[in-house]
């Protein structure tokens, strides 16, 4: 009998002691992996995200028009190109081309485009060009380019150019858009510009 009761105590002794040492592991176990807790939680949410969130994937950059590039290349690459900066920034390498397939092409490439901000880059291009080459292509673009129907910062661009070329119909241009510019501010810009020239061609 008192072996047999012995025997039970210490069972019951072992298994209080498990019971114990089963409790302080889940007490002491760390916030950020005991199952359940919320920082556990929150980590595995992060994770879940990370890997349901789609990889940006980069826009390819065009590659550079080598110098000797013609008109009809760039006109190509511009007409590829969607975004509008990268088009306006297009403009002044074609200008500087400067020969009569740049002059026609630049008109050509304004009549199209949309972007009020690319047609002002093509029209400010010619004033980076020789005064005295193709100059019934570049007034012709002046022109177009003052009618009232362009936006404001189109026609404000192609007062500086009339008054660049320095030529008599130029200046004709100017005494025009000072009397009918729909712009009060660009007349006054045309008269004064109209005024200086002028006195440069007597």
């Given at each position: 009998m008192?072996?047999?009761?012995?025997?039970?105590?210490?069972?019951?002794?072992?298994?209080?002691?498990?019971?114990?040492?089963?409790?302080a592991s889940f007490a002491n176990a760390s916030p950020n992996t005991a199952?359940?807790?919320?920082?556990?939680?929150?980590?595995?949410a992060r994770q879940e995200s990370r890997s349901n969130t789609p990889r940006e994937e980069k826009t390819p950059v065009p590659a550079p028009l080598p110098e000797a590039a013609s008109a009809r290349e760039f006109e190509a690459e511009y007409l590829r190109t969607t975004d509008a900066a990268d088009r306006a920034?297009?403009?002044?390498?074609?200008?500087?081309?400067?020969?009569?397939?740049?002059?026609?092409?630049?008109?050509r490439l304004f009549r199209i485009e949309r972007v009020a901000a690319v047609r002002e880059a093509l029209v400010s291009a010619l004033a980076d060009t020789q005064r005295d080459t193709h100059l019934?292509?570049?007034?012709?673009?002046?022109?177009?380019?003052?009618?009232?129907?362009?936006?404001?910062n189109v026609r404000r661009a192609a007062l500086d150019v009339a008054a660049y070329l320095e030529d008599p119909r130029g200046l004709q241009l100017l005494r025009r858009a000072a009397k009918s510019d729909p712009d009060h501010e660009l007349r006054d810009t045309a008269g004064a510009l109209a005024t200086a020239l002028a006195s440069q061609c007597r």
């Open positions: 008192c072996l047999a009761a012995l025997a039970v105590a210490a069972a019951a002794a072992w298994w209080f002691l498990d019971n114990r040492r089963d409790s199952p359940g807790s919320p920082a556990a939680d929150d980590r595995a920034r297009l403009a002044p390498a074609l200008a500087s081309l400067d020969d009569a397939d740049a002059n026609e092409t630049v008109a019934e292509a570049k007034l012709r673009l002046v022109t177009a380019a003052l009618d009232r129907g362009q936006p404001r």
